[in-house]
Nanobody
């Protein structure tokens, strides 16, 4: 089962921090890729960060140095630590998974690389 469930969203002031979690209870595969994407109202979905089971990561330039993606394979959970949040980070954040697939580089940031998506968690940053 490849169900993904996000949590941890909320409202925070500019400069604050949030940690998003994505539970992936069915991800017992030897290798897979996972990622975080976001979509603001009226805008296209954009990549935030991606990670593989051996720890390779790719982070979008817009959040580089502020956001950190991590994966706990023992807990089958994906995380996104967001620091230095800005108003423009306000969006619905989605977790995505590609069971059994192992991507490199920019492929980790392509929404077409992923087969399964969570329902999203809202992040709102106020000024």
């Amino acid at each position: 089962q490849a169900q993904l469930v996000e949590s941890g969203g909320g409202t925070v002031q500019s400069g604050g921090s949030l940690r998003l979690s994505c539970a992936a209870p069915g991800y017992t595969y030897r290798s897979y890729s996972m990622g975080w994407f976001r979509q603001a109202p009226g805008k296209e979905r954009e990549a935030v960060a991606g990670i593989t089971t051996d720890g390779r990561t790719r982070v979008a330039d817009s959040v580089k140095g502020r956001f950190t993606i991590s994966l706990d394979k023992d807990k089958n959970a994906l995380y996104l630590q967001m620091d230095g949040l800005k108003v423009e980070d306000t969006a619905m954040y989605f977790c995505a998974g590609a069971p059994g697939k192992y991507y490199f580089g920019d492929a980790l940031l392509s929404h077409s690389s992923y087969d399964y998506w969570g329902q999203g968690t809202q992040v709102t940053v106020s000024s």
